[in-house]
């Protein structure tokens, strides 16, 4: 049973470019979580989804970030016109039935954005 | 909003040697869970614990949590090298949405 997967680990982009992170869960896992950590911190909530529905958004910054997880595919978490403060690694969590019946979340890998 | 501390931010210490890391967290939380990571990589789970009094032990880590106190520890027993890593405390929301994470203890064991 392959675990969460994310990719690309490791993306590099120019300020003004989109990124766009992937996130597949585990599978039989209907949630995904993305979270942001920035170097030396904790990692920090920014949305909840499940398929075809944003159930949390209250982490995400208003404008540039969105977030997706279609029927079929991927989450995709996309970021426009990327700044320098968007460095940071993005991880991916999921989990089959949410946190409210006390399941853990399983992490992915990471994907490291590097703004330069 | 949930608040989660952790203390201390680094620990450095001897082989053989044994240390608490504390988790404090500002409000109503039923479950708090503890997670490994080692420089570069992801988050691997250590515990969940979900009742009062409940204590978790793998090898030479311990977690324990104290809901009145709103306080977890993770108890390090004769420390050896490869339990030099980050270590995160989190607190599960009672809508079951996020887990808000503490700042994380970096922790060294040296030979």
């Known amino acids: 049973n392959a675990g969460v997967m994310q990719n690309p680990r490791h993306l590099v982009r120019r300020r003004g470019q989109e990124a766009r992170l992937r996130c597949s869960p585990m599978?039989?896992?209907?949630?995904v979580y993305w979270y942001r950590q920035l170097p030396e911190e904790g990692l920090k909530f920014m949305v909840y989804l499940q398929k075809e529905n944003i159930i949390d958004e209250s982490g995400m910054p208003k404008e540039r970030f969105s977030a997706e997880f279609p029927k079929e595919g991927p989450s995709i978490l996309r970021i426009q016109q990327v700044v320098r403060g968007d460095s940071a690694a993005y991880f991916c969590a999921s989990s089959p039935l949410g946190l409210a019946t006390q399941e853990t979340q399983y992490f992915g890998p990471g994907t490291r954005l590097l703004v330069l | 909003e949930l608040k989660v501390e952790q203390n201390p931010l680094f620990l450095s210490m001897q082989e053989g040697k044994n240390y608490t890391i504390y988790c404090n967290y500002s409000?109503?939380?039923?479950?708090l869970y503890w997670y490994r990571q080692d420089p570069g990589k992801s988050l691997e789970s250590l515990f969940v614990l979900l009742s009062n009094g409940a204590v978790k032990q793998e090898g030479r880590l311990m977690a324990s949590l104290d809901t009145k106190a709103r306080l977890s520890t993770l108890h390090i027993t004769a420390a050896v090298h490869d339990l030099s890593a980050t270590y995160f405390c989190a607190g599960g929301n009672n809508a079951g949405n996020m887990l808000t994470f503490g700042g994380g203890t970096r922790l060294m064991v040296k030979p």
């Open positions: 409000t109503t939380s039923d479950r």
């Open positions: 599978k039989g896992h209907s949630h």
